[in-house]
């Protein structure tokens, strides 16, 4: 990573070195609207070169025990933690993911066996490494799905890496066995068609509509800040939709407005689209309590350039009733955000595989 007078210069690692991409994009800070850093745009090219260092790597990396990786992947939790602050500057805080609870959960996943007694046998399955891992994060928490993807589930499984190269070009290489991909179903439609002709392994965690229902004996300011506001809304886990017991409605409503008002947002793109979801929202007779088209946005000189709209808090939004039955593939009750690794987040409609 080199440093401009202006901004950063990022370079890929492909093969324990740094090496600068003939090709750049500019990444904005949506506070100011101005350029914050140029990152790779990895062609063809890139991405041969690093999986062919991932597959040299595949043998050796893959061979070593559980507790000779996780040795490696806590030395590397060390190194991010001693850098923290570096970290919480280019991006944020809570995007800095407890590294090391990678390489101590490794040391404990399960098998799976059964006995067939009539026949004195008995059957059991072992994980073994697959190869070289694809692995294909969005935009909204860089550090955390990228440490969450790489920890876990690739190489501290005795899997090698290549991480935010060319997407569909890293999708349909044949040196490529297994896909992890977060993003919208959209995209996962095209990369599933793109990985079919290989019959590759895929991991996908897809949109969600995130509905919380809510209870009178609920801690209101707990569901009020964790819900909707957490890492500004920009995460899926976000809660989308929320049905409130009727009784504790109008105190709800007061306080999630009070709450919102307060709240610091910060693409172009995304401004445009909130605000469209905001108009056919009146447009279908849904009444707005604050921000859009309520407050007004009053920002200092440094930040006239920024995409910022107020919190927006909309109800009377036509939606058809609950169903009897939650048609849902992971719920929480009285808790939220509780994580197991051996829990899917897929499999209900759309919103994934694996």
């Not at 009727?246 to 999630?256: K, N, S, T, V």
């Not at 000189?301 to 992971?330: D, E, H, W």
Request: hydrophobic share 40%; aromatic share 10%; with cysteine.
């Amino acid at each position: 990573m080199s440093k401009d007078i202006k901004y950063l210069v990022l370079e890929n690692y492909i093969g324990g070195n740094f090496v600068p991409c003939s090709k750049l994009i500019n990444s904005f800070n949506p506070s100011t609207g101005e350029v914050y850093c140029k990152v790779p745009d990895s062609g063809p090219e890139e991405l041969d070169a690093a999986v062919r260092a991932a597959k040299e790597a595949f043998p050796d990396w893959s061979a070593k025990s559980p507790a000779e990786r996780s040795k490696v992947l806590n030395k590397l939790a060390d190194l991010i933690e001693a850098r923290l602050e570096e970290f919480a500057l280019a991006e944020s805080k809570d995007q800095a993911d407890n590294f090391c609870f990678f390489p101590s959960s490794v040391l404990h996943h399960t098998n799976d066996s059964s006995q067939l007694d009539l026949m004195s046998c008995l059957n059991y399955t072992v994980r073994c490494p697959v190869g070289v891992a694809g692995l294909i994060s969005p935009w909204n928490l860089p550090l955390y799905l990228l440490t969450w993807k790489i920890g876990r589930p690739a190489v501290a499984t005795g899997n090698t890496a290549v991480a935010k190269p060319c997407e569909m070009t890293l999708v349909s290489h044949p040196d490529v066995p297994l896909i992890s991909f977060t993003g919208s179903t959209a995209t996962a439609r095209l990369i599933t068609e793109r990985s079919a002709t290989y019959c590759k392994k895929l991991s996908m965690e897809l949109g969600g509509k995130n509905p919380a229902i809510i209870f009178a004996d609920a801690d209101m300011e707990q569901c009020i800040n964790l819900f909707s506001l957490l890492s500004q809304g920009e995460i899926c886990l976000c809660t989308r939709r929320i049905f409130i017991e009727r009784g504790i409605y109008p105190e709800f409503l007061a306080r999630f407005v009070e709450t919102a008002r307060r709240w610091k947002t910060g693409v172009k793109e995304h401004l445009q689209k909130v605000k469209g979801y905001v108009a056919l929202a009146l447009t279908e007779g849904a009444q707005v309590h604050c921000g859009e088209g309520v407050d007004k946005v009053t920002l200092p000189q440094q930040n006239a350039g920024g995409y910022f709209m107020f919190p927006t808090i909309i109800s009377r939004v036509k939606t058809p009733l609950v169903a009897r039955k939650l048609q849902a593939g992971l719920m929480w009750t009285n808790c939220w955000l509780v994580r197991d690794f051996n829990l899917l987040f897929g499999v209900m409609k759309n919103s994934g595989i694996g």
